[in-house]
Structures are given as structure tokens and as C-alpha cells.
């Protein structure tokens, strides 16, 4: 596994840090990662669980709600970190989109944590901002899924139609093969229905 690639696993968690105003990414900012083989999806869920233990570790040091916040977004991480390892495992829009719904929780659980540091109508302000920073996070990665179940649905059938539009033509032009053999007789009429087979794939 590259420094390059678990890098992009762990880099849609780096938002944790931030306020609850701007939790969430803009759907298109997190590059989507590579397809990964069995092997590498299993060396990124061991990667993501070792940096687990050494940001979780990272947190003993800490007290009271500043160590809720560093635990949550060790978790976070962690999470992000697996959901994107098995949406680069799997390749599917589903899977992209639960990875984009594991950020937007990831981002909604540090955010209500940070907001136990405020009271009152700040607070209050807070949690609202986080649930509707969640509420878009999910809502965008459904509306993608859906747009990429589409575009999947869309090639699915112009590939079927192009299958069958080839072979309507090839039945076509056998049939012209075929009658064109009417000049012929005996054996050479035989030997010209033949190929004519052989060449438009009738048995």
C-alpha cells in the first residue's frame, strides 16, 4: 500500500477539525481513490486501524471535552478511513455513497461534541448547524448515487440496444446473402448458403 493511497483514504476525515459551519466537503471535493484488489483493501483496514490506536493513544493525554473531541475524531477517522477502503474495494456507487455517509456522521458526531463547549443560544445554533451539515451530507451523496445508478441504467441499455441492433443487421444481410445464393443451383447454391452462414454466424 503507497503512502499515495492511504493518504487518500484518510484524507476525507481531515475535515473533522473543522467548525460545525463547515463540516461537510462540497460533494466533489474528496478524489475519489482507486480500485483497490482484495489484498489492498485488507492492508487499508489494517492501516486505518493502526493509526486508530496511535490517534486514540494521542488522546490519553487529554481531559474532559477536549478528549471527547480528539476521541470522536480518532473514531472518525477510523470509519472514513474503512468505508472509503471498501467503496475503492467494491466500486460501486452504493458503496461510494455509504463512504460519503460515513464522513458526513464522522463530521455530525465531532461537531456535536464541539458544541458541548458552548452554551445557550450558541449551542443551541450549533447542534442545528451540525444536524443540517449532516442532512446535506446525505442528501448529496444520495442524489450522486442515484445520478451514477442512472448513467449505469442508461449504459446498460444502450449496450443491450447496440447488441440487438447488430444483430437485426446481421440477419438482415444474411437474408441478402442468402437470396443472392437463388442464382445459383445444386452445389454451388449449397456452398453459397454455406458461407453465407459462416460469415453472419448461423448455424
Given at each position: 500500500m503507497s503512502k499515495l493511497l492511504i493518504a487518500l483514504f484518510m484524507s476525507a476525515g481531515l475535515g473533522l477539525a473543522g467548525s460545525a459551519a463547515a463540516?461537510?466537503?462540497?460533494?466533489?471535493a474528496t478524489p475519489m481513490a482507486a480500485p483497490l484488489s482484495k489484498d489492498g483493501y485488507t492492508q487499508a483496514k489494517q492501516n486505518a486501524d493502526a493509526q486508530y490506536k496511535v490517534d486514540k493513544d494521542a488522546?490519553?493525554?487529554?481531559?474532559?471535552?477536549?478528549?471527547?473531541i480528539c476521541v470522536a475524531e480518532a473514531k472518525g477517522r477510523d470509519n472514513v478511513a474503512k468505508a472509503n477502503a471498501t467503496a475503492a474495494y467494491e466500486n460501486t456507487p452504493k458503496a461510494r455513497e455509504t463512504?460519503?455517509?460515513a464522513l458526513a456522521q464522522a463530521n455530525y458526531v465531532v461537531a456535536m461534541e464541539k458544541c458541548d463547549d458552548s452554551a445557550g443560544n450558541r449551542?443551541?445554533?450549533c447542534v442545528k448547524e451540525a444536524k443540517a451539515a449532516l442532512v446535506r451530507g446525505k442528501?448529496?451523496?444520495?442524489?450522486?448515487?442515484?445520478a451514477a445508478d442512472t448513467h449505469q441504467d442508461a449504459m446498460a441499455k444502450q449496450t443491450e440496444a447496440?447488441?440487438?441492433?447488430?444483430?437485426?443487421?446481421?440477419?438482415?444481410?444474411?437474408?441478402?446473402?442468402?437470396?443472392k445464393c437463388d442464382t445459383l443451383a445444386g452445389a454451388a447454391?449449397?456452398?453459397?448458403v454455406a458461407n453465407a452462414k459462416v460469415q453472419y454466424g448461423k448455424s
Open positions: 463540516q461537510m466537503h462540497s460533494p466533489m488522546c490519553s493525554s487529554l481531559s474532559g471535552n477536549a478528549k471527547d463512504a460519503r455517509v449551542k443551541d445554533v442528501a448529496n451523496a444520495k442524489v450522486d448515487r442515484v447496440r447488441t440487438e441492433a447488430s444483430a437485426s443487421k446481421r440477419d438482415a444481410d444474411y437474408a441478402v446473402a442468402v437470396e447454391k449449397d456452398g453459397c
